[in-house]
């Protein structure tokens, strides 16, 4: 026999479109399941198969691997089968490990085996193959893996000759009918060239290159290539066909049965004569990875299969879905990226985090200095009975606790820390604590976003204003009546807005002494600091997201005087929450709300310029002063000598500690 | 199916036998279209439908968040292969379920999106880029229909799925009900049709003569 001689061009080598593997989440689920259930540490090969069709419209020929790739039995008309073996590795290095060429060549000489033998003239099933290594990791969900689908090449035995052509320009409709017909839904099949009668696959071994068309079931759609299946065939034929060389059409089913496979191509291909002894064989099949590489691929499903990532996935989706139907502009990464310091873990602490988990808050940080106590589980949202025994567990650390159990995604810290006092005299021995305690507070502040006063004394409240005042952070404030509540953002510089301390014409003094409703938030109606606590954070949630962030003027158009909104405003893009009032009121046993706006007051003992000053001279020297020294902060912001002036207009103000005055 | 006033509203449910016949005569016109819809059966005897369907934009909308990792090179260079995606084209698996509610008696939607050969299912950012594409065309509302979204564990499978939640389903085929010519034989094509597009299910008329 004589091999033609190639006057023109050196002759193209036949070539393939290789398989992509479309290994899903099904079959990783499944996979996890099997490992932990039935596999354990065994590394035994387990049969599996994958898939693959004809009419896909896509270039690349998809092998599927899926939920029902271990099932044997399962089948459908539609799809054809690659049977396979499945190496699930123990570890990371076993995997790395293990011989990969040895894997390849094992399973290639088994197909080898099998065209000499004859039996995959009788099965062409055999000829094709998936390898799949795998390794689970299954704490992280990391599932490493490589396929193939093992072939073997001897350069210049597959020829291509001439050009493709679509299977019209040869075949009419009605015979492509009786093709389609002839082959059922066989992957491979000889068909008569006139009479489109199929023959036995075996009859290759007579010359039957000008009489029959090889027909193969084709998952590419490529212009240019055959797919992959057509490979092992065609080693066979060249293994089995009685001349040296011989051209042979071939015609790639493509498209469906209904239309008669109206996409398939016919390729022209020159075959060599094979015995598989020659020497220069090499084996073939692993996959790229994405890179293009010959490399395994891992599989990160994390997100898909870790309840923990699960959880935030369903916390962010909730939010989404928020976003899209109502509110296309919020940007709930600002909201969720901010570290929020709750200081306080009593009823309003606790509920405050609540809402905060629900905006995606993914950083809080729980501050207080009590222990849980009998009766605090009942109105203080995060806490259990168990966390009363042995004399109570802290409650930021309680809070903290409860808080990862509701989402262990979150970033929880907490302080046990007593917040320094006006008022509350500072012994001699104590001056040290005292100081660590402020020095803790303030990196904690400068550490935050965004402050929350949620404690029970007006006076604790002062050290965070001021602190909050001089790092220029957003500080937000909820204080609780019997049935009233008040929630509050502080001013900035440039929104000239007041902060708690602001209104009152006397400095924060020590009011336990001496408890007036309005700073003692456990007798209260037991709704209202629900309600304050809500109000509070989305307050929190539209300031963040409007457009002046914390420097946000109130809109003055609404207030309770007011029943004419400014409909413009509140629907402007600038507010994608809508209002961000200074303040809100809210009186419950009138149902009455107020919103309004006060002025950042020239002598605040918190936040004005001389307290402010003071205490970037001073430091804690100033502070000392101030806890210890009655009058301290009036003289020195000058409120002392209003008051002496008022004296005697008997000033009905906000009088809560007028009793502190008297001994 | 019932049609019963709850609250002055009429409610449209579908048993679950319907449900699997209807899905079984579903299943029989994707044959003979070669639609790809299958009917399977989940370890708990509850049939649903299911079908892959690969798609290839136009240009490459989202790039595939798996991380790979190289090894060693095997075996020698192949010179008879030639890689379909060298033109730079990526092609998206779109995996579609339909499930039966047993809560809520109604056909639900579930799907996940693949970059193939990724095993990592797309995030919901990158999905919601294509639907946006899939719905303009119809001229869809696809927020509304989004507003539904949620992420699910399958019924039958337990792999996390995106769903379309059934809560509005009733209501939606109400809707239909009043001003579409509507049978109640059509309740699963007529419901797919409605919610399908949003998500690049394209139904051919073949299904349903009437509609
Ligand atoms: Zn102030």
């Known amino acids: 026999m004589s091999v033609p001689e190639s006057t023109e061009a050196p002759m193209e080598p036949f070539r393939y479109t290789p398989f992509s593997s479309q290994i899903d989440l099904h079959f990783w689920h499944k996979l996890s399941d099997k490992k932990l259930h039935e596999l354990k540490l065994c590394e035994d090969p387990v049969e599996f198969h994958a898939e693959y069709e004809v009419n896909l419209n896509i270039k690349d020929a998809v092998a599927c691997v899926s939920y029902d790739s271990f099932d044997v039995s399962a089948g459908n008309s539609r799809v054809y089968r690659l049977a396979g073996k499945l190496l699930n590795k123990n570890s990371i290095e076993t995997f790395k490990n293990c011989d990969k060429k040895n894997l390849l060549e094992t399973s290639m000489n088994e197909i080898i085996a099998n065209i000499k033998s004859g039996a995959a003239l009788e099965d062409p099933n055999l000829l094709n193959r998936i390898l799949l290594l795998s390794y689970a990791d299954m704490k992280k969900y990391f599932f490493y893996y490589w396929c193939a689908f093992p072939s073997a090449m001897l350069n210049d035995t597959q020829h291509q000759l001439g050009s493709v052509i679509p299977v019209s320009d040869r075949l009419s409709d009605q015979n492509r009918e009786r093709l389609a017909k002839n082959v059922g839904n066989l992957p491979f099949a000889l068909i008569n060239k006139t009479t489109f009668e199929r023959c036995p696959v075996s009859k290759m071994k007579d010359d039957i290159s000008g009489t029959h068309y090889i027909v193969f079931a084709d998952p590419s759609s490529s212009e240019t290539n055959a797919g992959w299946p057509l490979r092992n065939f065609l080693l066979m034929t060249a293994y089995h066909m009685p001349n040296e060389t011989s051209d042979f059409e071939v015609i790639a089913l493509r498209g469906t049965p209904r239309t008669f496979f109206e996409k398939s191509k016919i390729f022209s291909v020159r075959l060599l004569k094979v015995t598989f002894e020659e020497p220069g064989w090499i084996y073939v099949g692993y996959e790229r990875n994405e890179k293009g590489q010959y490399g395994p691929r891992l599989a990160n499903l994390s997100h898909c299969f870790d309840p923990l990532v699960l959880a935030q996935n369903a916390v962010d989706l909730n939010l989404k879905l928020m976003k899209w139907r109502l509110a296309p502009d919020l940007k709930l990464k600002q909201i969720s990226e901010m570290k929020c310091l709750l200081l306080g873990a009593g009823t309003l602490g606790c509920n405050v985090a609540r809402c905060l988990l629900g905006w995606g808050v993914k950083q809080i940080t729980f501050l207080d200095n009590g222990k849980v106590s009998l009766s605090n589980p009942a109105r203080q949202s995060l806490f259990k009975f168990a966390d009363t025994h042995n004399g109570g567990r802290p409650k930021a650390e309680a809070a903290a606790a409860a808080l990862k159990d509701i989402h262990p995604g979150l970033n929880v810290q907490y302080t046990d820390l007593k917040i320094p006092m006006p008022g509350h005299a500072v012994s001699a021995n104590d001056v040290e604590p005292v100081r660590e305690a402020v020095e803790k507070l303030e990196k904690l502040i400068e550490e935050h976003d965004a402050v929350f006063l949620l404690l029970d004394t007006r006076e604790a409240r002062w050290l965070p204003t001021m602190l909050g005042a001089r790092h220029d952070k957003m500080v937000l404030n909820a204080a609780l009546g019997f049935d009233s509540f008040l929630a509050m953002r502080h001013g900035t510089l440039k929104n000239k807005l007041g902060c708690y301390f602001c209104n009152d014409i006397v400095g924060p003094m020590n009011s336990t002494k001496d408890r007036t409703l309005d700073q003692q938030c456990t007798v209260t109606r037991p709704g209202v600091s629900f309600m304050a606590a809500s109000f509070l954070t989305e307050l929190f949630a539209t300031l963040v997201q409007h457009e002046h962030g914390n420097d946000a003027l109130p809109d003055n158009a609404f207030n309770d005087d007011a029943d004419e909104l400014d409909r413009n405003e509140r629907d402007s893009p600038n507010n994608v929450l809508g209002l961000a009032p200074h303040q809100i009121r809210m009186f419950l046993s009138r149902l009455h709300f107020m919103t309004p706006n006060t002025q950042r007051f020239s002598m605040c003992t918190a936040c004005s310029p001389s307290v402010l000053s003071e205490y970037g001279n001073s430091g804690f020297e100033f502070l000392l002063r101030a806890f210890n020294e009655p009058d301290f902060l009036e003289e020195l912001t000058g409120l002392k000598e209003m008051q002496r002036m008022v004296d005697d207009m008997d000033v009905l103000a906000l009088g809560d500690s007028d009793n502190d005055l008297s001994p | ?211």
């Open chain 2, 1 to 211: 199916m019932e049609f019963s006033g709850v609250s002055g509203m009429l409610i449209m449910s579908l048993s679950y036998e319907e449900f699997s016949s209807q899905a079984r005569e579903f299943q029989e016109i994707a044959e003979s279209l070669d639609d790809g819809w299958r009917l399977k059966g989940a370890s708990d005897g509850k049939h649903y439908l299911y079908k892959t369907q690969y798609y290839t934009p136009p240009q490459v909308l989202n790039p595939c968040n798996a991380d790979c990792s190289r090894e060693q090179s095997v075996g020698a260079t192949d010179s008879q292969v030639r890689e379909s995606h060298e033109d730079g084209q990526q092609t998206f698996v779109w995996e579609y379920n339909i499930v039966y509610s047993v809560s809520y008696e109604v056909p639900a939607l579930y799907f996940n999106v693949f970059k193939l050969g990724c095993a990592a299912p797309l995030s919901l950012d990158e999905v919601w880029d294509f639907c946006r594409l899939f719905g303009a065309p119809f001229g869809m509302n696809a927020e509304d229909l989004w507003s539904t979204v949620t992420q699910q564990e399958h019924p039958s499978t337990g792999v996390p799925n995106f769903a379309l939640h059934p809560c509005n389903t009733q209501r939606m085929m109400q809707h239909l009900l009043n001003s579409l010519h509507f049978e109640k034989k059509n309740y699963l094509i007529t419901w797919l049709s409605s919610v399908g597009p949003i998500v690049g299910i394209r139904m051919a008329n073949a299904y349903c003569p009437a509609l």
